[in-house]
């Protein structure tokens, strides 16, 4: 493992076909405003082992070294379990560990997404997204808890603990994270900060509570104006493996059938996972609810064996 305190080389183990690489000179790596980035007690970078957090990552972690704070940053990972790539999970350890980061992986306590899936009689949907914050929100904000306690046993008890939560959100990907803000305070209803007070003393109180009387959370998205070039251009100096997944032809690394796939990405992901494909039919057919209106794992596993050439994956918009 690399220690915190020595970076890696830069530039190192780096050959894939998708790179769309640009002349460095031509190439802004510059970061969303925002957060005073020395003001943090903890600093919490989610990582999927996508092209978009392994980007941001390599440009956080030089931020972090020069300021010299990376001891104050835990990387995290939700698990997805079968519904991920294989080796999703052990790829996104191997990013933080090239930069001798302390990683957690985290999962939601209980059965799996597809076990869930067949739990509910449902499928996830554009609506009802409980698979993101089932299994990827809620569980990283037990990290986040567990964080805040150590500072607190650390010795920090006269204020609350002030913690960055940063995601590798991009407004390119979709309408939804376009319209997101890259920087905000998350407000909650006992937060001590200025703006949530003002708010409760109006009679306003915030009805979350992603902060409260122990933490101020601000949520950073720091690469949120990269472009795709930008994102590739950036993997290709950072040294570290791209996921599978843009290999075999997707543009995503998302869970092997995500809700938002293209059609054509869920074909080809039932050619390369058949057995997981056919889980997947299983349940849709036990719960007898389609994973989609327009397209049903059944179609797309009749599809997947009825055609033997690989199609062309198209994009899609979470
Ligand atoms: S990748 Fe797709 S299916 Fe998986 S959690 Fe995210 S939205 Fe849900």
Redo the contacts with the bound molecule.
């Keep these: 493992m690399t220690s915190a305190d020595q970076l890696p080389r830069r530039g190192e183990r780096l050959s894939h076909a998708q790179q769309l690489l640009l002349p460095r000179e031509q190439v802004d790596f510059a970061l969303a405003p925002g957060p005073d980035l020395l003001s943090y007690d903890q600093y919490v970078i989610s990582i999927s082992g996508g092209k978009d957090s392994q980007a941001s990552l390599d440009v956080l972690a030089h931020l972090f070294y020069e300021a010299r704070i990376l001891h104050r940053v835990t990387t995290v990972h939700a698990d ?1 379990g079968r ?1 991920d790539w294989p080796g999703t999970a052990a790829l996104a350890r191997e990013h933080a560990e090239h930069y001798g980061l302390r990683h957690e992986i985290v999962a939601r306590s209980g059965c799996d ?1 597809l076990d869930r899936v067949a739990e509910r009689g449902k499928w ?1 949907d554009r609506g009802r ?1 409980w ?2 914050s089932d ?2 929100r809620g569980p990283i904000r037990r990290v986040i808890t567990i964080l805040v306690a150590e500072s607190r046993a650390a010795g920090v008890t006269d204020r609350p603990i002030r913690v960055l939560n940063i995601m590798g959100h991009r407004a390119q990907e979709s309408r939804e994270r376009r319209q997101q803000a890259p920087f905000i305070h998350e407000p909650g209803t006992t937060c001590l900060c200025s703006a949530c007070s003002a708010k409760r003393a109006v009679g306003q109180p915030p009805k979350t509570s992603f902060s409260n009387s122990r933490r101020i959370v601000d949520s950073w998205l720091p690469i949120h104006s990269w472009n795709l070039e930008t994102v590739w251009s950036r993997i290709a100096v950072a040294g570290t493996r791209p996921h599978p997944a843009y290999s075999a032809g997707f543009p995503r690394a ?2 092997v ?5 293209s059609r054509s990405g869920l074909v080809r992901a039932a050619q390369l996972q058949p057995e997981l494909a056919a889980q997947y039919a299983t349940v849709e057919q036990k719960i007898g609810h389609r994973f989609r209106l327009d397209v049903s794992m059944a179609e797309v596993v009749a599809e997947a064996t009825a055609n033997t050439t690989t199609p062309a994956v198209a994009d899609w918009h ?1």
């Design positions: 997805m519904a997404l996830p997204r698979c993101t299994f990827k998302s869970c059938f995500c809700i938002f796939s979470p």
